[in-house]
């Protein structure tokens, strides 16, 4: 006997009464969504910032390398996509349109639509994500339903910067992904 | 059965009647003082609750079935104690034979500040109790009858016990750092877990003596007892009441 | 295996158990400070506990749709029945691919089924990527809490063994140097793995996605630089629809640590062109928990680590004073349905005060089954002495005279044996605590005297 069938055949054994399967209500969201997300993401040690504001950091800082998959910043783009993603282990910035936003946790839906590799938000020194002031919704309720069905191999909410509290509880940005995460609200 | 007033039959659990009578004698003179009809019915013994907690309920039917038995006559069972309260509801095994009795029981069992709030709907006692208080909230009566709103669930804060005191003059109720922390007793925990025990009583002493708090009050001996004994070998002169005896005191 | 003995060794070292008990508490106070920004809270709970009730009602139909979906999508699942089988599945597939090294991020199920020893054996080297996980891999420790898994070391602690295996400076405990450090360390492994195995937080049947949550981002580097992704999930981690995956990522990071939610929610739905994606679906033991009435309700477990912090004889005693995978009053719970006779003190190790049960996301009556559990260890044991003593008990209970004879002896020979006798056979209880002072009559006898009307 498989161990499929054996799993099956004991919890089938076991004749439970089914239980029922409740609905999911609507709950009250936030009236600003963008001050609401904003908030929240300083609260996951993630900033938001204008497109202005992003622009100068670009122009003031060193990032070396830079790939944007959103089309409002190509033009920062300095370096092609490479076949594996190891390729991209001295990624400084990388800049990705994000699809839906929480405001009351601040996570960001990404899927492979915004992603032309999986790796991209985690392997980057540095990510930023641009989200549209219409997308943003009060909470995970609403996200999920925006997002719907849709097929997508890999998707993520991102909320943060990568970041542990691994050695005696102190928060430390910066584990293994990115060490910065910067929204811009368009 | 139900006569003009009710009548309420007085549940005093055994370490009370054998360690604290003057916890009992304040519950009794509180509730004669508030009108109420008591009977203290003599042949009451335990209500099984150590046994239970210890892994033998099976072994509690006999002092279960006693308990239904010396009780099921009365309106009303009220107990200074939420612990041995909550065992009574839920935690003693069903007796066929008495199934109705048992029911009656237990719907009409109470934890005295309960009792007094919700059954004689008092909202407060007048009095004056010039002291600074912490207040120790029991687990069981706590988180098992719901004497107060606890720490854990995001609810509307509300606590019985306090409730009935809050108008006492000159009474300060001080803010615990951790407001219901468990203070250890736990029944055969004490002994079967005797470190922890004792050093789960001495955080929860240190925060009441932290916020200079002259007189712990609960409503429970139990957890009383257990602190009593810590401070007590600790030569700490911190005083440790029953809410009984401080309500009893001042409606006098 | 003994609670009580574990948790009193624990307790000799005041300063460091005090340390303990306040880092855990302050997690338990975010949490507090949290779940009150929202207003639907036990709305949100009970939700959660409803979801997963009706999900282990229907446990059978629910899986076999998972894998119906999850095949679809181009995920190959697996099915073990037990953690012998859960490791050879894997050791398996990294036969095929002849692989040595692998990244693995955190998964309390691969502990459960001592995942790793059994690779080692193999020959192959497990490095465990969340920076908790990796410190107590170094130390040769499993973890003391399923959250946080090196929650019981202090810095100097972990600066020490980062000092000799990662050749840190010797005495540098600044966690942003020590993160840092780690974080070059583990990257290099990041690149090279050729295969990634993970745990599951959530498994979705109607899609046949599964999602991991994790802050350090650990989980996500490694299976996206690897070509090959294991993950391994209990058959309980399912939940029916993505919507609801709405309420237990809200409940989920706020129960853990009191954050909004965790930094990375990766929904993997299919691999990615030319990769591979495994999905094991593990037993070892669930069914038979799940045929447990009273204790059913335990696989509701979303393994957020809130009873633990919460639990003060957990913070008070470390996670290795209990001896399993999972520690801790939900540990306690399920461990006996292991091994009734190894776990027996769990279950008493606990004052039953109930906050596990109320800081539950899913609301598992977690004292409740504490309560049920020394139900059935008694039982188990038969009549032992306790046993023995308890049955006289409710000898003397049932009966007015005996209780009366007893209680007047007690009281009688407190009052006149000297302390040091008294404290003789009652010695546990007067180890740190007196006795109460003794009244001259109990209440009995003054009701016969003052109200007595008969």
């Known amino acids: 006997m498989s161990s499929k069938v054996s799993i099956l055949a004991a919890i089938k054994g076991l004749n439970l009464e089914e239980k029922p399967l409740p609905d999911i209500p609507d709950f009250a969201v936030a009236t600003d969504l963008v001050e609401t997300y904003t908030n929240s993401l300083n609260g996951n040690k993630g900033t938001v910032v204008s497109k202005e504001e992003l622009e100068q950091l670009i122009a003031e800082s060193e990032f070396p390398k830079i790939y944007s998959s959103s089309l409002t910043f190509e033009k920062f783009t300095n370096c092609q996509l490479p076949l594996h993603p190891a390729g991209f282990a001295d990624l400084d910035l990388a800049i990705i349109e994000g699809q839906v936003a929480s405001a009351e946790n601040a996570a960001i839906w990404l899927d492979e639509s915004n992603l032309d590799l999986r790796a991209i938000p985690f392997i980057t020194a540095h990510l930023v994500i641009v989200i549209r002031k219409e997308n943003i919704v009060g909470n995970m309720h609403e996200a999920y339903e925006r997002i719907g069905m849709t097929k997508s191999g890999f998707g993520v909410f991102i909320a943060g910067p990568s970041k542990t509290a691994d050695i005696e509880q102190s928060l430390v940005i910066g584990a293994h992904g990115a060490m910065s995460l910067r929204v811009v609200i368009l | 059965m139900k006569k003009d007033t009710p009548h309420i039959g007085l549940f005093i659990p055994c370490y009370i009647d054998q360690f604290y009578p003057n916890v009992a004698i304040a519950t009794l003179e509180l509730l004669e003082k508030l009108g109420c009809k008591v009977t203290y019915p003599l042949n009451q013994t335990c209500c099984g609750q150590p046994m239970s907690n210890a892994g033998f309920e099976a072994d509690t039917a006999g002092t279960t079935s006693k308990f239904i038995r010396d009780f099921a006559g009365f309106d009303y069972i009220v107990a200074p104690s939420g612990s041995c309260v909550l065992h009574v509801k839920d935690h003693s095994p069903t007796i066929d034979k008495l199934q109705i009795n048992q029911e009656h029981v237990q719907s009409n069992i109470y934890e005295l500040s309960e009792f007094i709030t919700d059954v004689l709907k008092v909202d407060s006692i007048k009095g004056s109790f010039p002291h600074k208080i912490g207040f120790h909230a029991s687990c069981h009566g706590l988180r098992g009858l719901r004497l107060a709103s606890d720490s854990e669930l995001n609810e509307p804060k509300f606590n019985k016990t306090l409730q009935l005191m809050k108008d006492l003059e000159g009474l300060e109720v001080v803010e615990l750092t951790r407001k219901d922390e468990c203070c250890g007793f736990g029944g055969t925990f004490a002994v079967s877990e005797e470190a922890i025990s004792v050093q789960m009583g001495k955080d929860r002493i240190a925060d009441h003596m932290e916020k200079g708090v002259e007189i712990i009050v609960g409503g429970d001996m139990s957890c009383i007892m257990h602190m009593q004994g810590i401070a007590t070998r600790e030569k700490n002169n911190v005083q440790l009441m029953h809410f009984a005896e401080i309500l009893n005191q001042v409606i006098s | ?376 260890i008694t039982k188990a044991q038969g009549s032992s002495l306790k046993g023995l003593s308890m049955k006289l008990a409710d000898g003397i209970f049932t009966s007015p005279l005996a209780y009366k004879i007893s209680g007047q002896l007690m009281r009688a020979s407190l009052k006149t044996l000297p302390d040091s006798i008294i404290y003789n056979p009652l010695n546990v209880w007067g180890k740190g605590r007196n006795l109460p002072e003794l009244p001259t009559e109990s209440f009995k006898d003054w009701y016969k005297k003052n109200r007595n009307r008969a």
Request: charged content about 25%; proline content about 4%.
């Open chain 3, 1 to 376: 295996m003994n609670h009580p003995e574990n948790a009193t060794v624990f307790l000799k070292d005041v300063a460091r158990a005090k340390w303990h008990d306040e880092t855990l508490w302050i997690v338990r106070e975010k949490r507090d400070a949290t779940i009150h920004q929202i207003p639907e809270w036990e709305e949100l709970r009970e939700l959660a506990s409803q979801i997963k009730d009706h999900t282990l009602s229907k446990l059978d139909f629910y899986l076999e749709e998972l894998e119906k979906n999850a095949t679809a999508n181009g995920i190959k699942v697996h099915w073990a029945e037990n953690a012998a089988e859960h490791n050879q599945i894997i050791g398996k597939i990294l036969e095929e691919k002849n692989c040595k090294d692998v990244v693995k991020s955190k998964s309390i199920l691969t502990e459960e089924c001592h995942l790793n020893p059994f690779l080692e054996e193999q020959g192959i080297d497990v490095v465990d990527t969340d920076l908790g996980e990796r410190i107590i891999q170094f130390l040769k420790q499993p973890p003391s809490h399923i959250v946080m898994p090196a929650i019981h070391l202090k810095k100097s602690d972990i600066s020490a063994i980062f000092h000799e295996r990662l050749h840190t400076e010797k005495g540098n405990i600044d966690p942003v140097y020590l993160t840092h450090a780690a974080r070059l360390h583990l990257r290099e492994k990041f690149l090279q793995a050729k295969v990634a195995i993970t745990g599951v937080n959530f498994a979705v049947a109607e899609t046949g996605e599964f999602v991991i949550c994790t802050n350090e981002g650990n989980a996500d580097m490694g299976v996206h630089l690897a070509d090959t992704h294991i993950a391994c999930m209990g058959i309980e981690k399912l939940i029916p629809r993505r919507k609801d995956l709405g309420v237990f990522l809200r409940l989920l990071a706020r129960s853990a640590t009191g954050q909004s939610i965790t930094n990375y929610n990766s929904h993997f739905r299919s691999p990615s062109p030319g990769k591979e994606l495994h999905l094991i679906l593990v037993n070892n033991g669930r069914t038979k928990q799940l045929g447990r009435e009273k204790f059913r309700n335990s696989l509701k477990c979303i393994r957020c680590g809130a009873c633990m912090n919460t639990c003060p004889i957990y913070r008070r005693s470390g996670g290795f004073s209990y001896g399993s995978t999972v520690p801790g009053p939900i540990g306690s719970i399920l461990s006996p349905g292991i091994d009734l006779k190894k776990y027996s003190t769990l279950p008493f190790a606990s004052t039953l005060c109930g906050s596990c049960s109320d800081v539950c996301p899913v609301k598992i009556n977690i004292h409740e089954q504490l309560y049920e559990w020394r139900q059935e």
